[in-house]
């Protein structure tokens, strides 16, 4: 990392290459918070599809906004994990009394809604409003997870830090969605119990690829930042 400027696209596979090791320095913990938050993630979508099927929109979209808020909630030390792996700080789980749960739950609420709202009613146009959400607001759960930004301010904080490297966000975004999709494919195979945990103990790494990927350009972001 050179804090004297900012990332760019060429940096982007040293980038993905350092979210790896992000990983593996906090891998048992990691997965362990990966499988909690995904299978929370996973149980709500399974739910609010019973009523997509049904035709029942607006249950299924109270069912989806929760989820996700609950499973983006619960991830907050996993957050803050990955804070610690990247600046090779001890790592350990931290006390649920130190971090920020009531801003993580304002900033999650207003982030998913805003991305289940462009894809439940903009129709085509979600194509470019849920990805210009997750590259204006994405980093906020690390904002929130350092301890300086609480509730909105650490959306503003995300928007903040991408000022200027929105295209540099926006296709590590594509890479690293590429990434967890790649980790859904054995469910092409068929959906059997086997697919489906084979599908969900990848998902669980490539996310951590994905979650150590997004503190090492936050900090980068943030020691750059003005230079």
């Not at 599809?49 to 909630?73: C, H, K, R, S, Y």
């Amino acid at each position: 990392m050179d804090a004297s400027r900012s990332p760019e696209l060429q940096d982007l596979p040293g980038i993905v290459s350092r979210g790896t090791a992000v990983f593996r320095r906090a891998w048992l913990p990691a997965i362990g918070m990966a499988i909690a938050v995904l299978g929370l993630a996973g149980a709500a979508r399974f739910t609010a599809q019973q009523f997509v099927e049904n035709e029942n929109l607006l249950p299924a979209f109270i069912i989806d906004a929760a989820g996700l808020t609950a499973a983006t909630v619960l991830a907050l030390p996993w957050f803050r994990l990955m804070l610690s792996a990247e600046r090779d700080e001890e790592l350990s789980m931290p006390k649920p009394s130190s971090l920020g749960w009531s801003s993580m739950i304002v900033a999650s609420l207003f982030f998913w809604g805003g991305v289940l709202f462009a894809i439940r009613y903009l129709g085509f146009l979600f194509v470019i409003g849920a990805p210009l959400i997750v590259v204006w607001y994405g980093l906020f759960g690390f904002a929130v997870a350092d301890g300086t930004s609480p509730g909105f301010n650490a959306l503003g904080v995300s928007v903040r830090l991408g000022q200027g490297r929105r295209w540099t966000l926006g296709v590590l975004a594509l890479i690293l969605g590429f990434l967890n999709f790649l980790a859904l494919l054995p469910i092409g195979a068929g959906v059997n119990p086997a697919t489906v945990a084979g599908a969900f103990l990848l998902l669980a790494i490539t996310t951590n690829v994905a979650m150590g990927a997004g503190a090492h350009i936050y900090d980068w972001l943030l020691k750059s930042e003005g230079k």
